[in-house]
């Protein structure tokens, strides 16, 4: 019988396509659960559910009725919309999976910071804030965000008094306007953070059965000190000294367990201040948008198939990375209105090292920059002899691209 996996996710994913390539490589038979079905859905009812990831529970439910439920062997989520519907999903069905609070102590920065924080894990001072008043004397610089965004929507450092309140009124005006956001009212604070500076990494790692395995340490090589926190580059291998980078490993373990995470994907966000790491963020999934492209393995695998095999429980094979520098540009939006046109796409892409160019968000749509928007102009990989050279040609690239934007 077929090796059978439920893929779970939202439909504005951008991780679709490369999961299901790493499925067909895997020859694994995939049934896909989304909150809309494809127009084709009814030709494959076996294989495609459609489900409401904003109540978990009844998602898991609606699954395990399905008559093919007992073929399914894994499940797997796919972004951070997914999380708790698969965490749910698996649980049902009796299947591997991190537990259902775990997994939503990472959807809600608040209870994150408790967990972390009564386990001793290092991490920015941080305070909820129950606006819209004054919260009170803080150790300026610090970070105002929403509880359960990602990708730094609605982030926003501040220096003063009178920064925080117009920052907070921001934020709170943008959740009240997104009908998917966690809304400012019925006692939901903002969470504020002492800011810490210094360089940015992320980590990617999976999880089986609580033990961690490793599989990049991402530099992050433009600064984020602010106001907004638009990540750009991300490049492999980390430059950092491996003394530094077990350190860093060391502090995802300890968030891990800390949260009670147990299987499948992990990213996490940290800063290099002085001292130990300290924790930002950590998902229970694996890193977004088109990035995962840049993790090139001496397997030959791809993150994806890393993941559905460690979902199925099988062999990891090998997790070292392939020699040489590699990088990710994911594309700032210069500012908000209609995007018309991105011209020089074929000067860009023709540029020394640069391997992909892909841009996602549609002719016609509506964009904005962070802290309100929640996407990027699309992404752009390049390889090179180091972390230098790649982000040097990935910025280089996006210089060549004509973004038109019409208000």
Known sequence: ???????????RTY???????????????????????????????????????????????????HPTAAQIQAVVPVDDGAVLAAAQIAERLGLPGSPVTAVAATRNKLL??????????????????????????????????P??????RGVIRVDEPTQ?????????????????????????????????????????????????????VFDKPDPLDGPYF?????????????????????EVLAAVRAVG??????????????GRPRLIDLAGRSIGGRCSGVLRFASKRSLEEILLRAALGEPLGELELEPGARGVMMMPIPRAGTLRSVPGRAEALAGEGIDLIDVSVPLGGRIAPLPEGDRYLGFIHAHGRD???????LWRAYQRLGVVIED
Not at 18 to 41: I, M, N, P, W, Y
Not at 124 to 145: C, Q, R
Not at 239 to 247: A, F, Y
Not at 387 to 393: E, F, N, P
């Open 112 to 145: 994150l910071r408790e967990r972390l924080n009564a386990h001793g894990v290092s991490q920015p001072g941080w305070w909820p804030w129950i606006g819209p008043g004054d919260p009170g004397p803080l150790p300026f610089p610090v970070v105002v965000k």
């Open 15 to 65: 991780r679709a396509a490369a999961f299901l390539e790493a499925a067909r490589r895997l020859q694994l038979e995939v049934v896909v659960a989304s909150d809309q079905g494809s127009t084709l859905g009814h030709l494959f009812p076996d294989l495609e559910l459609t489900i409401d990831l904003d109540d978990p529970v009844a998602a898991a439910r609606l699954v395990a009725s």
């Open 261 to 274: 995470l147990s299987e499948g994907a992990v990213h996490a966000e940290l800063r290099l201040g002085e």
């Open 387 to 393: 972390s230098a050279q790649v982000t040097q040609r």
């Open 230 to 250: 638009e990540e750009t580059v991300y490049t492999v291998p980390s430059g950092l000294d491996p003394e530094r980078q077990g350190e860093i490993l060391a």
């Open 1 to 11: 019988m077929a090796r059978r996996v439920l893929l779970v996710l939202p439909s």
């Open 147 to 152: 509880l359960d965004q990602a990708g730094s």
């Open 164 to 216: 925080l309140l117009a920052a907070g009124e921001r934020i709170r005006r943008e959740l009240l306007a997104d009908p998917t956001c966690l809304p400012p009212h019925l006692g939901v604070p903002l969470l504020v953070e002492k800011f810490v500076a210094g360089p940015e990494v992320a980590v990617e790692a999976v999880l089986r059965r609580g033990q961690l395995w490793p599989l990049a």
